[in-house]
Each structure stands twice: as C-alpha cells, then as structure tokens.
C-alpha cells in the first residue's frame, strides 16, 4: 500500500537466517512499557498498543524477549497532521559499549511533508552508517537497505548479541526535522503513534544464554519460516536501487566532507 502519515506502515526486521520460533502477537505478552508515566498503552486485549507524546515526556516500550536471528514485523501508525519535531523509533538493540543495533527513526514533518526515515546499523558499538529516505512510496514489502556480512574483510556483523526490540516517541525538535529549523506545535499535542499485528520469527535468547533454535529443526522447511531462504534476487536489487535512486536523501557512503580520510571499507565491498 502507499505510505502517508495517516496511515499504515509494515515494518519488517531481518536479523540473519536460522531457524525460527513462531511466536503469536500480543503486547500483553510480548512488551513491557518501559517509560512515560501512563502514557504508553496497552488496549483491546492486547492488540494494540499507543504512544503519547506531550510537552512533559514521550514514553516507551521493550520487547519481553531477546532475539538473536529472526524476521519480526511491526505494524504502525505515525503520528497524523503536523508531527515535526517528533520522532517515532522502532529498533533493536544489545546492551553495552560494544553493542549491535539496528535502527529505524521515523522523523516526524510539517502537514503534508513526507516522514523521513533515518537508518543506522551498529556493530561492536560502531555506528555512523546512516542512511535516510523520505517515506512516499510503497513501503511493505519492499526493500529498502540491505547490511551485508563481510566479516571475511575485517567487518563486524550484528549475528552474535541477542538484542531487544525497542520502540519510543519522543521530541527531538532541536534536531529532527529540518536540522531543528521547525519546532514542536505543541498546542497539537498528544502526540500519538498506534502498533498492532506484531509478528516474530525468531530464535529466543534464553535465560541460560542459548538460543531457542536448532538448525536441525524439523520445521526448517515449514511455509511459516519461508524467510530462512529469503534473498534479494534480481528483481529485489532492482527494487532497492529504485528506491535508493529516487527516495534516499542521505547517504553515509557518499558524505566525503564527513569521511576526508576515506569511505568506510564495507562502502566499497557492498
């Protein structure tokens, strides 16, 4: 479906291929709301889940679980209307000075202004792989940025921390849109972002530091777990140049001012 404000966005998450454990959806069992004093909700049984933003806090919520492989998919609702100044998070992330993190901010913009979404990928806590793109084209399903694992050349690839799904709303209007040019309206506040129909396949990282996965699993070849053998074929390298081409408004790789030194080596070898 084509993405605008108003309405819905499917996000998935792509850790690396394994064997997953389904797990069923519901933010009762699956989240704990970390921070906001009330304002982050948890409704209808369990099928869905609001952030609130106001001049006082945001607020916040965390995954129950950690995930070391699996697909996970988010479906949101960002903040209608005029959201500049706000920023609506959905990431996961290790804990730690070395930590692996992946990263999708979605920058909130005047009445009629497309999102911005600002990638990040960090692994044994080095970041600075930003990439951003405006948000006015058809997001499910299509690729959008892909990390490749090129530890044979000497670079870090987020596969060995469990990490926790994160997701907050909170302002950043001294930064997010426009480099902090255009405020929060607050008289149009609360801010509120909506999540429903999440989704895991994921190998759970339990309390005796094991995964829940076996690449013995009967279920390997299961129509559920399809996305152990996902890939970008031809027609998906086509797609994500597309998109590259058309919506992205900012790469890391292309920032000489930025890297005088030298690009980052994986800019070269992706």
């Given at each position: ?8 966005l ?36 369990g099928k869905?889940?609001t ?22 998919d ?7 209307g ?13 804990l730690g ?11 909130g913009?005047?009445?009629?202004d ?20 405006y ?9 959008i ?18 990490m ?7 302002d ?12 929060t ?10 999540y429903?129909?999440?989704n895991?396949?994921a190998?759970?990282w ?5 995964s ?6 009967n ?26 081409k058309?919506?992205?408004i ?7 001012k ?11 070898l992706?």
């Amino acid at each position: 479906m084509v993405f605008r404000p108003m309405l819905l966005l499917n996000i998935g998450v792509v850790l690396n291929s394994f064997v997953a454990l389904a797990l069923a959806g519901n933010f009762n069992q699956d989240f704990d709301i970390t921070w906001g004093d009330g304002r982050a909700k948890i409704l209808n049984d369990g099928k869905l889940l609001t952030l609130s933003l106001d001049k006082t806090s945001g607020s916040g919520f965390r995954s129950k679980q950690q995930y070391l492989f699996g697909k996970i998919d988010m479906q949101l609702k960002l903040v209608p209307g005029n959201s500049a100044g706000t920023v609506t998070t959905y990431y996961l992330s290790s804990l730690g000075s070395t930590h692996d993190e992946i990263d999708f901010e979605f920058l909130g913009n005047l009445s009629g202004d497309p999102y911005i979404l600002h990638t990040n990928v960090f692994t044994q806590g080095k970041g600075n792989r930003e990439q951003q793109f405006y948000l006015c084209f058809f997001v499910d399903g299509t690729p959008i940025r892909e990390f490749k694992n090129l530890e044979t050349n000497g670079i870090p690839f987020p596969k060995s921390q469990p990490m926790w799904l994160y997701s907050s709303l909170w302002d950043a209007e001294d930064w997010a849109t426009r480099g902090g040019l255009v405020k929060t309206d607050w008289t149009q506040a609360p801010f509120i972002a909506s999540y429903q129909n999440f989704n895991a396949q994921a190998c759970v990282w339990g309390s005796n530091n094991s995964s829940s996965c076996s690449s013995n699993s009967n279920n390997s070849n299961s129509s559920t777990n399809s996305w152990l053998t996902q890939s970008l074929d031809t027609s998906g390298q086509a797609r994500i140049k597309w998109v590259q081409k058309n919506y992205m408004i900012y790469n890391y790789c292309t920032d000489a001012k930025r890297f005088p030194q030298g690009f980052p080596p994986e800019c070269s070898l992706a």
